[in-house]
């Protein structure tokens, strides 16, 4: 099967993310909120399936029913993604793309980004 564990989960959420972009229903700020003040301390500590034993099988599928339908079927690049190809604005390295990247402090950024990997090794992060 293509891909690892991990990148296809990932590819998931930025799946429907884009999607929920695309159709103006949240921003790449809201999205992000969402995503580290809830779906990540969430199965921060425990896991995914874990939370989906506890809430229960009938909940879930009733929830699915309800949720489902409106999911991103795109199997191929979405229009988000191709229109910051065609314009340049791919990311971090271009100085744009879901984000405006010019006034923002990369350092800073890539440095939250590995800070989690660190917090269990007793070793603060250099200034």
């Known amino acids: 099967m293509p ?4 990148n296809r989960l990932a590819q998931a959420m ?3 993310s884009l999607f ?3 159709q103006g229903v949240a921003t790449a700020e809201d999205i992000d909120k969402a995503i580290k003040r809830a779906v990540g301390k969430r199965y921060a500590s425990i896991g995914l399936l874990e939370y989906f034993d506890e809430v229960g099988f009938a909940l879930e599928r009733d929830i699915a029913a309800n ?3 409106s999911l991103c079927d795109v199997k191929g690049i979405q229009k988000i993604v191709q229109k910051g190809l065609d314009s340049g604005k791919t990311g971090v390295a271009a100085g744009e793309g879901l984000y ?3 006034g923002k402090d990369v350092a800073e950024f890539r440095m939250r980004k590995q800070a989690p990997y660190f ?4 070793w603060t992060l250099p200034e």
Do not use: A, C, I
């Open 14 to 16: 930025f799946r429907e």
């Open 67 to 69: 949720v489902s339908p």
């Open 20 to 22: 929920l972009m695309e």
């Open 119 to 122: 917090e269990d090794l007793n």
């Open 100 to 102: 405006d990247w010019s």
């Open 3 to 6: 891909g690892l564990l991990v």
